[in-house]
């Protein structure tokens, strides 16, 4: 079973604009990462939260933790052509070190 | 080597038959995970390892699925008596900050059981 819930399934935009996609949990977590993956390829890790944080940023890359409402979303700035792919939240809860998951959002930046 | 290795990328098999998917790793990385992946949907964890020993297998779906890393380094998925729901992308990844460090993908084992 996946413990992340992701929406939207789909987002379409156009090059510039920004991107959010939101994730949900159900239960505590230690840390919370994303991961993007283009099609038909691995998944490549774009930036790690823990539980104790809010907020972090790397360069377009901005992902929030609200864990009183067990979610987190990323915000993807100025979007490129490029950032079209498949975005993944995964997360490992209190007790267990395994990785598990989100649903995922399609990205599709049009040019 | 630079980065996590999954051979094959491709199997096509048919059904009952015996299956092995390779892994090697990141040098040095003590962590591996196997996921697996089916069309648009999120991996799905199956198992990982800490060294040679199987940390967490919870993720197996039956006992037909079986995986071993003897020497902490490559580790191998065996699946027997392959059924077509099988049919998925089998993902390897491999972390040097254990618990809680990024993983780092393989770029998959296509597996298709007809």
Redesign the interface.
């Known amino acids: 079973s996946q413990q992340g819930e992701e929406d939207p399934q789909a987002l379409s935009i156009q090059e510039g604009e920004n991107a959010t996609m939101n994730c949900s949990y159900k239960t505590s977590i230690n840390n919370l990462q994303w991961y993007r993956q283009n099609s038909g390829r691995g998944l490549v890790h774009l930036i790690l939260i823990r539980s104790n944080e809010r907020e972090k940023h790397s360069g377009r890359l901005r992902v929030t933790l609200d864990t009183s409402k067990k979610s987190s979303s990323l915000l993807i700035t100025a979007s490129r052509a490029a950032d079209t792919a498949s975005y993944f939240c995964a997360m490992t809860t209190s007790g267990t070190y395994k990785y598990i998951f989100g649903t995922g959002t399609r990205l599709k930046v049009l040019a | 080597g630079a980065g ?1 290795s999954q051979t094959p990328s491709n199997k096509v098999t048919e059904k009952g038959k015996y299956v092995e998917l390779r892994c090697d790793p990141i040098s040095g990385h003590t ?1 591996l ?1 196997w ?1 697996r992946q089916s069309l ?6 199956l198992i ?1 390892f ?1 060294g040679t020993g199987a ?2 297998d ?2 197996l779906p039956n006992d037909r699925f079986f995986a071993v890393r003897p020497e902490g380094s490559v580790s191998t998925l065996k699946i027997q008596r392959t059924e077509r729901g099988d049919s998925a992308v089998y ?1 390897c ?1 491999s972390s040097l900050t ?3 460090g ?7 084992s296509r597996l298709t059981v007809l």
């Open positions: 996590v962590a995970y996921y648009g949907q999120g991996p799905e964890f990982y800490q940390a967490d919870s993720g993902l990844a254990w618990p809680t990024e993983l780092f993908f393989g770029e998959g």
